[in-house]
């Protein structure tokens, strides 16, 4: 922005630090979906060495990603929850969407492992003792079943709720898994269903993880919001009376619910008086925040040929 001539404005919603993130109000049921975490994972692991069941383990070793990555949800709703400051004017609200991204790398951590413990299985078949690992899955699925329940509504909200909630997820398809193979070497004695359970668990993380990946990845390269179209903004603007020509466009995502805009107005030179600039900007900001959903929004309004003096950076 040139100096001398910028008139930064916003009449949209406050930094995160003021008014909480879109996962703060879903850290109660984190807490929760914790407790219940935590408990299955040790039921689970104690079950699968009973049993001798690698299915059962890998959803076990699952549970303790997913104990880890709900801590890290809540860590990062925590930090993300501070006040600004004058070095971090946006507070810490990418904490959540680096806790998003950690979950991604754990997944993926934790598909690969199952996926190499199932090809062992297959090399050096072992025994698995199908009523106990039966018992044990049932418990895991009911426990997930739950978190799930408490999780479903944020994980539209939020990325960092959406990464708890896939890792919850991909444990919930273990444990059908898990259960399915159990009932087959019940049914039938063929204890190759627990490695191939395994590698099932296994397939079953990666899409949902690559997609959240690409998400939170956009956020941090501060990609523009999938449901804002960059020329329907502009043309939005540019149709606003007064408005000669828009540059430096810019919107990008500092946290889940909160997207940001910037911009620079080329507007007629009898509009810049004090009455016609606020006028202006109420209009924009009016604008944007009807038809986009884009309210934190940052104009700077000048006279024809001033972008001429700026620096060519992003233009």
């Not at 040139?2 to 995160?16: E, F, I, L, V």
């Not at 383990?57 to 993300?80: E, K, Q, R, S, Y």
């Not at 004695?189 to 296994?202: T, V």
């Not at 329907?232 to 430096?248: F, G, Q």
Request: proline share 4%.
């Amino acid at each position: 922005m040139g100096a001398g001539h910028q008139h930064g404005h916003s009449h949209g919603s406050p930094p995160a630090g003021a008014t909480g993130t879109a996962a703060a109000a879903y850290r109660g049921r984190l807490r929760i979906a914790l407790g219940i975490t935590l408990s299955v994972m040790v039921l689970e692991i104690l079950g699968g060495l009973m049993a001798g069941s690698l299915a059962l383990l890998a959803d076990a070793g699952h549970m303790a990603t997913d104990a880890v990555g709900l801590a890290m949800a809540l860590l990062a709703i925590h930090f993300a929850n501070r006040p600004p400051s004058p070095r971090r004017t946006f507070g810490y609200a990418r904490a959540e969407i680096l806790a998003a991204l950690a979950n991604c790398l754990l997944l993926l951590g934790v598909g690969g492992y199952i996926l190499y413990e199932a090809i062992s299985r297959f090399r050096t078949p072992a025994t698995t003792e199908g009523g106990l690992t039966l018992v044990f899955g049932a418990i895991g699925l009911v426990a997930n079943m739950i978190s799930l329940s408490l999780l479903l509504r944020g994980q539209r909200d939020s990325l960092n709720v959406r990464g708890a909630f896939l890792e919850v997820l991909a444990d919930a398809l273990g444990s059908v898994a898990v259960l399915v193979s159990a009932g087959v070497i019940m049914a039938t004695g063929w204890q190759a269903a627990d490695p191939i359970a395994s590698l099932l668990i296994a397939v079953m993380i990666v899409p949902r993880t690559w997609k959240l990946f690409q998400e939170t990845l956009n956020v941090l390269l501060e990609a523009a919001p999938r449901d804002v179209d960059m020329a329907e903004v502009r043309a939005h603007i540019l149709a606003l009376p007064d408005v000669e020509d828009l540059h430096d466009l810019h919107v990008w995502t500092i946290t889940s619910g909160m997207p940001v805009l910037s911009a620079h107005v080329v507007v007629r030179q009898d509009a810049l008086d004090s009455v016609g600039h606020e006028k202006l900007l109420h209009e924009l900001q009016g604008c944007l925040g009807e038809h986009f959903d884009v309210d934190h929004c940052t104009f700077q309004l000048e006279p024809s040929g001033h972008a001429a003096h700026e620096a060519k950076l992003c233009h």
